[in-house]
């Protein structure tokens, strides 16, 4: 029944891009909110001060629960790499085994670490020996998404080992999990991570400063989360800038696709947008002059090879054109947000903390960092099509032949819609139940300081 709905293989992908955009939500909070939390509270020692501090309290409540459903799903994803890529994984297990096992032992190292860490709150004479036990699980967190990225990145540009006839002859650990694709995206996925986190936090203190509750506590909490989003959002588009190095000399069908190149050319420009007619002609669509030359090779007359010296079946998706887009006007978006924040720093002053506009564009701009990463993965996935294992096994080789994918994907859906509407509600009432400024008061710090 190839081809229609009850394809085990369209099933098995669906099934896979679900629970892959479920879990990279939860994925990305857990590798980013650990760092913010030590900065909030290495600030508050440093500086004396129970803002920060009660920051990194309220910060480390929230994360938990992000934790725990990010195992959840995580296991999820370990059992569907069993279950609906088998093929994929007989390769994956000879050949990237490692990294699979030490992305496990790192959530481990970071799991025990942040228990110890969460219980041991005013435990310690000294402050700074709290703040070292959230040392490792920041490092664990981070390494988590380093071992799984390397993973990504050897389907993307595997090497480290020879296969002949269907069979592998022979393995390199080391060499594959060192593909030419891991420097990129490892350091792209760190840092979209934290400026995804960032402009979270920021979102919630600038939802509370529009809600007139002027507390320096929102003040303090703002400044610090727009402070790293504007660090995070610059050192990321310098990592796209490298990814798109990347692609242009190991991936040239998927910068291609992105960008309906289609005839190798130097002096390449970019295109935003645009219809796709016949012929391949290019519609409406917006162009940059040899700016593709230049995201390729760094030179405006660089050559950039074209979708038509690519096989007619190893060509990715043209849509993926579109999410390339769409996530580019996120960014785009992001950007105009801390330029803004950055001016307003500069020339606004406490006008900062009551300009309805301006918090009302950072709290937008939490689901734009979200959807972000949510194209970004697409984009990524979609755009090696239609490899699994790029050049060693196409996604349809390595998928199931299970009949039973169907009621496995009606199952997880549910399973994830409760799990959804579970954590928003638990956060919800956690925060919503016990303020800040309630919290504040209790330890005898009375008032709202507006300045």
Known sequence: MSGTIYDPVLLSRLLTSLTLGFHILFATLGVGVPLLIALAEWTGIRRNDPHYLLLARRWARGYVITVAVGVVTGTAIGLQLSLLWPSFMRVAGQS??????????????????????????????????????????VIGSSASALFITIVNAF???????????????????????????????????????????????AAIAAWSLMKGRQHIYYKKALKLTMGCAAVFTMSTALIGDLSGKYLANYQPEKLAAMEWHFETT?????????????DNEVKYGLTVPYALSILAHGIPSAEVTGLNDIPKDEQPP????????????????????????LWYMWRGKGRLYRSRKLLALIVVAAPVAMLAIEHGWILNEVGRQPWILRGIMRTAEGATTSGHVDTMLIVFA???????????????????????????RALGMEGGDHR
Do not use: Q
């Not at 969460?118 to 070292?132: E, G, N, P, V």
């Not at 993926?320 to 996120?330: L, N």
């Open 266 to 278: 130097g002096h390449a420009p970019l295109l935003f947008g645009g219809v796709l007619g016949d």
């Open 155 to 201: 389907m993307n540009y595997p090497v480290g080992l020879t296969m002949e006839g269907g069979t592998i002859t022979s393995v390199h650990p080391i060499a594959a999990m060192l593909s030419p694709a891991m420097p990129t995206k490892v350091a792209h996925v760190l840092s979209s991570a934290f400026v995804t986190c960032a402009f979270v936090l």
């Open 96 to 137: 990237i085994a490692l990294p699979l096992f030490m992305e496990t032992f790192a959530f481990f190292f970071e799991a025990i670490f942040l228990g110890i860490y969460l219980y041991t709150w005013d435990r310690f004479k000294s402050k700074t020996a709290h703040i070292w036990l959230l040392v490792p699980v």
């Open 318 to 341: 043209l849509w993926t054109h579109y999410i390339f887009d769409i996530k580019m006007m996120y960014v785009a978006y992001m950007t105009l947000v801390v330029l803004l924040f």
């Open 414 to 440: 549910l399973l994830y819609l409760v799990l959804g509407i579970t954590t928003v509600r638990v956060l919800s009432r956690m925060f919503r139940s016990n303020r800040a400024e309630d919290e504040l």
